[in-house]
């Protein structure tokens, strides 16, 4: 009853991957994206639109991944200076809901008394953790695959849905001590405020024509 299929890369594996799926199987697959909502554009780029149906039934979920490296738990810890560099951070913090004190932490690879520590052999972290963002269809986002809506606005109705970014997942993370916002802004860049679901920030114009026609006058 399930289905693996390595990778789809071409319209043949898309066709199998969807034909099976709406039969009853499970199928399981990977494809190469930067994102979950990237998958149903490259998804559609390798179907023809008359199976833009059978994609909207048979997807189910999508699931990214990252792999970002831990800090050590041994050695001392500094603040991250990268905090700092992330446009309307507090707004993200905000979005996680985030309650007890906001510290971003970044391991020293280095002991208190100045020594390498052990643990880490003075690099400051050690082994990975995933971090994840998981999609799942609405029938509002079922409707988007049909009428062909590019991975942008999937996305940003997502993320109104409830969706939790990696960017967001990452940030979690960092809150937590687990990694430091230097390795997450390594691994997924500084984050889009667009496609990440804030509201974007109007700028102020003062109205000078008063003034100015005052002075002509």
């Excluded at 043949?12 to 190469?32: D, K, M, Q, W």
């Excluded at 050695?75 to 507090?90: G, H, Q, T, V, Y």
């Excluded at 004190?101 to 052999?121: E, H, L, Q, W």
Aim: proline residues 2%; contains cysteine; charged residues 25%.
């Amino acid at each position: 009853d399930c289905l693996a299929i390595g990778e789809i890369r071409s319209r043949s594996s898309a066709e199998l991957a969807i034909n099976a799926s709406i039969v009853g199987h499970t199928c399981f697959s990977t494809i190469h994206t930067s994102t979950a909502t990237e998958v149903i554009e490259r998804m559609l780029s390798l179907i023809s639109k008359t199976d833009r149906s059978k994609l909207a039934s048979a997807l189910q979920c999508v699931i990214s991944q990252r792999l970002i490296e831990k800090n050590c738990t041994v050695c001392e810890k500094k603040a991250d200076p990268k905090s700092n560099s992330i446009n309307r951070l507090n707004e993200y913090i905000g979005k996680i809901g985030w309650k007890k004190p906001v510290k971003f932490v970044i391991a020293t690879g280095y002991m208190k008394d100045g020594s390498v520590c052990r643990a880490c052999n003075g690099t400051g972290t050690t082994g990975r953790i995933g971090i994840f963002e998981i999609l799942t269809f609405s029938m509002k986002l079922k409707n988007m695959i049909l009428k062909g809506k590019y991975s942008g606005k999937i996305r940003r109705q997502a993320v109104k849905e409830g969706f939790k970014t990696l960017w967001i997942n990452g940030l979690h993370r960092a809150l937590l001590g687990d990694v430091s916002l230097t390795a997450v802004v390594d691994q997924l860049g500084r984050p889009d405020h667009d496609s990440e679901g804030l509201d974007p920030i109007i700028p102020f114009e003062s109205d000078t024509s008063e003034f100015e026609t005052s002075n002509l006058n």
